[in-house]
Protein backbone atom coordinates (compact mmCIF):
# COMPACT_ATOMS: atom_id res chain seq x y z
CA UNK A 1 0.00 0.00 0.00
CA UNK A 2 2.24 2.51 1.11
CA UNK A 3 4.02 1.89 -2.60
CA UNK A 4 0.71 2.72 -4.29
CA UNK A 5 0.59 5.88 -2.76
CA UNK A 6 3.63 7.18 -3.07
CA UNK A 7 2.77 6.38 -6.99
CA UNK A 8 -0.40 8.23 -7.16
CA UNK A 9 1.16 11.46 -4.85
CA UNK A 10 1.67 12.98 -7.83
CA UNK A 11 -2.18 13.08 -7.88
CA UNK A 12 -3.75 14.32 -11.25
CA UNK A 13 -7.48 13.46 -11.38
CA UNK A 14 -9.94 11.32 -8.74
CA UNK A 15 -13.43 10.36 -9.67
CA UNK A 16 -15.74 9.53 -6.60
CA UNK A 17 -19.88 8.07 -6.88
CA UNK A 18 -21.97 6.99 -4.03
CA UNK A 19 -25.02 6.29 -4.88
CA UNK A 20 -28.29 3.72 -3.61
CA UNK A 21 -32.09 3.46 -4.91
CA UNK A 22 -33.57 4.76 -2.02
CA UNK A 23 -37.64 3.16 -1.84
CA UNK A 24 -40.83 5.54 -1.86
CA UNK A 25 -40.78 5.58 2.04
CA UNK A 26 -37.00 6.91 2.16
CA UNK A 27 -37.96 9.74 -0.31
CA UNK A 28 -40.91 10.38 1.20
CA UNK A 29 -40.50 10.04 5.24
CA UNK A 30 -36.90 9.87 6.03
CA UNK A 31 -35.18 12.68 7.95
CA UNK A 32 -32.87 13.00 4.56
CA UNK A 33 -35.68 14.18 2.22
CA UNK A 34 -36.82 16.86 5.26
CA UNK A 35 -35.18 20.09 4.71
CA UNK A 36 -36.16 21.42 8.64
CA UNK A 37 -33.91 17.94 9.37
CA UNK A 38 -31.37 17.79 6.71
CA UNK A 39 -31.74 20.37 4.18
CA UNK A 40 -28.39 18.64 2.23
CA UNK A 41 -29.88 15.92 1.19
CA UNK A 42 -27.85 13.11 -1.04
CA UNK A 43 -25.37 15.88 -0.83
CA UNK A 44 -25.05 15.90 3.31
CA UNK A 45 -25.49 11.78 3.56
CA UNK A 46 -23.78 9.68 0.01
CA UNK A 47 -22.35 13.19 -0.58
CA UNK A 48 -20.47 13.21 2.47
CA UNK A 49 -18.46 10.28 1.79
CA UNK A 50 -17.68 11.01 -1.53
CA UNK A 51 -15.82 14.48 -0.57
CA UNK A 52 -14.20 12.62 2.32
CA UNK A 53 -12.23 9.98 -0.10
CA UNK A 54 -11.63 12.49 -2.54
CA UNK A 55 -9.53 14.24 0.03
CA UNK A 56 -8.08 11.12 1.32
CA UNK A 57 -6.53 11.08 -1.81
CA UNK A 58 -5.45 14.38 -2.09
CA UNK A 59 -4.13 14.14 1.38
CA UNK A 60 -6.45 16.62 3.22
CA UNK A 61 -5.61 19.52 1.19
CA UNK A 62 -8.47 21.35 0.39
CA UNK A 63 -9.15 22.37 -3.20
CA UNK A 64 -9.42 26.25 -4.24
CA UNK A 65 -12.98 26.14 -5.65
CA UNK A 66 -15.91 24.03 -6.54
CA UNK A 67 -18.22 24.08 -9.08
CA UNK A 68 -21.74 21.82 -8.81
CA UNK A 69 -22.75 20.23 -11.85
CA UNK A 70 -25.76 21.21 -13.83
CA UNK A 71 -28.77 18.51 -13.81
CA UNK A 72 -29.03 18.44 -9.81
CA UNK A 73 -32.64 16.56 -8.80
CA UNK A 74 -34.66 18.03 -6.13
CA UNK A 75 -37.59 16.96 -4.43
CA UNK A 76 -41.26 18.93 -3.86
CA UNK A 77 -39.57 21.22 -1.09
CA UNK A 78 -36.12 21.57 -2.33
CA UNK A 79 -34.14 18.98 -0.87
CA UNK A 80 -31.23 17.56 -3.10
CA UNK A 81 -32.25 13.78 -4.09
CA UNK A 82 -29.15 13.88 -6.72
CA UNK A 83 -26.35 15.86 -7.53
CA UNK A 84 -22.62 16.15 -8.56
CA UNK A 85 -19.60 18.78 -8.49
CA UNK A 86 -15.94 19.40 -9.63
CA UNK A 87 -12.89 20.24 -6.85
CA UNK A 88 -9.98 22.49 -8.62
CA UNK A 89 -7.04 22.73 -7.01
CA UNK A 90 -4.30 25.49 -7.55
CA UNK A 91 -1.42 22.56 -8.85
CA UNK A 92 -3.98 21.63 -11.52
CA UNK A 93 -5.47 18.71 -9.93
CA UNK A 94 -9.64 17.99 -10.71
CA UNK A 95 -11.86 15.45 -8.61
CA UNK A 96 -15.32 15.00 -9.79
CA UNK A 97 -17.92 13.12 -7.94
CA UNK A 98 -21.61 12.18 -8.12
CA UNK A 99 -24.11 11.36 -5.25
CA UNK A 100 -28.07 10.16 -5.24
CA UNK A 101 -30.75 8.26 -3.54
CA UNK A 102 -31.99 7.91 -6.84
CA UNK A 103 -29.75 5.50 -8.91
CA UNK A 104 -28.25 1.76 -8.18
CA UNK A 105 -26.23 1.09 -4.99
CA UNK A 106 -22.56 1.88 -6.36
CA UNK A 107 -19.38 3.27 -4.23
CA UNK A 108 -16.53 3.50 -6.44
CA UNK A 109 -13.30 5.92 -6.28
CA UNK A 110 -10.50 6.32 -8.68
CA UNK A 111 -7.46 8.08 -7.88
CA UNK A 112 -5.12 8.11 -11.13
CA UNK A 113 -1.45 9.79 -10.38
CA UNK A 114 1.26 10.21 -12.56
CA UNK A 115 2.75 6.77 -12.52
CA UNK A 116 -0.22 5.10 -10.67
CA UNK A 117 -3.78 4.38 -10.61
CA UNK A 118 -6.11 3.15 -7.83
CA UNK A 119 -9.57 1.58 -7.90
CA UNK A 120 -12.16 0.93 -4.85
CA UNK A 121 -15.48 -0.27 -5.56
CA UNK A 122 -17.12 -0.60 -1.79
CA UNK A 123 -15.47 1.90 -0.41
CA UNK A 124 -18.40 2.66 1.86
CA UNK A 125 -19.26 -0.57 3.07
CA UNK A 126 -17.84 -3.66 1.64
CA UNK A 127 -18.84 -6.22 -0.20
CA UNK A 128 -18.55 -8.77 2.24
CA UNK A 129 -18.82 -7.66 5.76
CA UNK A 130 -15.30 -9.36 6.88
CA UNK A 131 -12.87 -8.15 3.44
CA UNK A 132 -12.40 -5.36 1.31
CA UNK A 133 -10.45 -5.03 -2.11
CA UNK A 134 -8.66 -2.76 -4.50
CA UNK A 135 -7.09 -2.49 -7.50
CA UNK A 136 -3.81 -0.71 -8.53
CA UNK A 137 -1.70 -0.27 -11.42
CA UNK A 138 1.60 1.20 -11.59
CA UNK A 139 3.74 2.47 -14.73
CA UNK A 140 1.21 0.76 -16.57
CA UNK A 141 1.85 0.26 -20.76
CA UNK A 142 0.74 -1.74 -23.48
CA UNK A 143 2.24 -4.97 -25.18
CA UNK A 144 4.20 -4.72 -28.16
CA UNK A 145 0.79 -5.78 -29.76
CA UNK A 146 -1.07 -3.62 -27.84
CA UNK A 147 -3.76 -6.29 -27.10
CA UNK A 148 -3.23 -6.24 -23.20
CA UNK A 149 -1.52 -4.00 -20.37
CA UNK A 150 2.41 -4.73 -19.53
CA UNK A 151 2.05 -4.58 -16.23
CA UNK A 152 -1.79 -5.15 -15.21
CA UNK A 153 -3.14 -3.97 -12.65
CA UNK A 154 -2.18 -6.39 -8.95
CA UNK A 155 -5.75 -7.13 -6.90
CA UNK A 156 -5.11 -6.81 -3.45
CA UNK A 157 -8.03 -8.07 -1.02
CA UNK A 158 -7.36 -6.88 2.89
CA UNK A 159 -9.72 -9.25 5.24
CA UNK A 160 -10.39 -8.13 9.21
CA UNK A 161 -11.83 -10.40 11.90
CA UNK A 162 -13.61 -7.16 13.10
CA UNK A 163 -16.52 -5.11 10.92
CA UNK A 164 -15.28 -1.15 10.14
CA UNK A 165 -18.65 -0.08 12.56
CA UNK A 166 -16.70 -1.96 15.37
CA UNK A 167 -13.71 -0.45 14.68
CA UNK A 168 -15.45 2.89 14.90
CA UNK A 169 -16.80 2.53 17.77
CA UNK A 170 -13.49 0.96 18.97
CA UNK A 171 -11.71 4.17 17.67
CA UNK A 172 -14.43 6.89 19.24
CA UNK A 173 -13.94 4.66 23.03
CA UNK A 174 -10.14 4.83 22.59
CA UNK A 175 -10.55 8.88 22.43
CA UNK A 176 -13.32 9.14 25.23
CA UNK A 177 -10.75 7.22 27.66
CA UNK A 178 -7.74 9.96 26.07
CA UNK A 179 -9.81 12.60 27.50
CA UNK A 180 -12.04 11.27 30.34
CA UNK A 181 -9.68 8.97 32.07
CA UNK A 182 -5.66 10.26 31.00
CA UNK A 183 -6.68 13.73 31.50
CA UNK A 184 -5.43 14.32 27.90
CA UNK A 185 -6.33 17.10 25.53
CA UNK A 186 -8.50 16.10 22.36
CA UNK A 187 -6.35 15.70 19.12
CA UNK A 188 -7.35 17.83 15.98
CA UNK A 189 -7.06 14.92 13.39
CA UNK A 190 -11.07 14.05 13.51
CA UNK A 191 -12.17 17.49 13.67
CA UNK A 192 -10.19 18.67 11.06
CA UNK A 193 -10.81 16.55 8.77
CA UNK A 194 -14.86 16.60 9.43
CA UNK A 195 -14.41 20.76 9.18
CA UNK A 196 -12.30 20.30 5.61
CA UNK A 197 -15.10 17.80 4.53
CA UNK A 198 -18.39 20.15 5.72
CA UNK A 199 -16.14 23.40 3.93
CA UNK A 200 -16.44 21.19 1.03
CA UNK A 201 -20.06 20.24 1.13
CA UNK A 202 -21.50 23.48 1.78
CA UNK A 203 -19.63 25.39 -1.06
CA UNK A 204 -21.28 22.61 -3.61
CA UNK A 205 -24.51 23.74 -2.00
CA UNK A 206 -23.86 27.28 -2.43
CA UNK A 207 -22.96 26.61 -6.34
CA UNK A 208 -26.23 24.74 -6.94
CA UNK A 209 -27.91 27.77 -5.29
CA UNK A 210 -26.12 30.53 -7.22
CA UNK A 211 -26.72 29.04 -10.59
CA UNK A 212 -23.68 26.40 -10.65
CA UNK A 213 -20.83 29.68 -10.04
CA UNK A 214 -17.37 28.41 -8.67
CA UNK A 215 -17.64 28.82 -4.97
CA UNK A 216 -14.14 29.67 -3.28
CA UNK A 217 -13.63 27.24 -0.41
CA UNK A 218 -12.90 28.83 2.74
CA UNK A 219 -10.36 27.81 5.53
Same mark, same amino acid.
Given at each position: ??? *??????????????????????? *?????????? *? !??????????????????? #???????????? $?????????????????? $??????? +? #????????????? !?? @??? &????? $?????????????? #????????????????????????????? !????????????? &?? =??? +?? =??? *???????? @??????? $????? =??????? &???? +??? &??
Amino acid at each position: MWK *LMKAIKGCKRIQSCFTFAADPDF *LKNDIRVKPD *L !DAHGALGDAGWYCVRSILW #AADYELPKTVIA $LHGPVLNEVGVILSCGAS $LHWDDGK +I #ATFHCSFLSNLTM !DI @TAI &GSKGT $LHVHDFVVPFQENE #ASFSAGSESWFNELVSAWVPPPSKHTITT !DLAQEVLMVSEFA &GL =VET +IK =VKG *LKPGNKWP @TISRKTQ $LVIDA =VKASIER &GFEP +IEV &GN
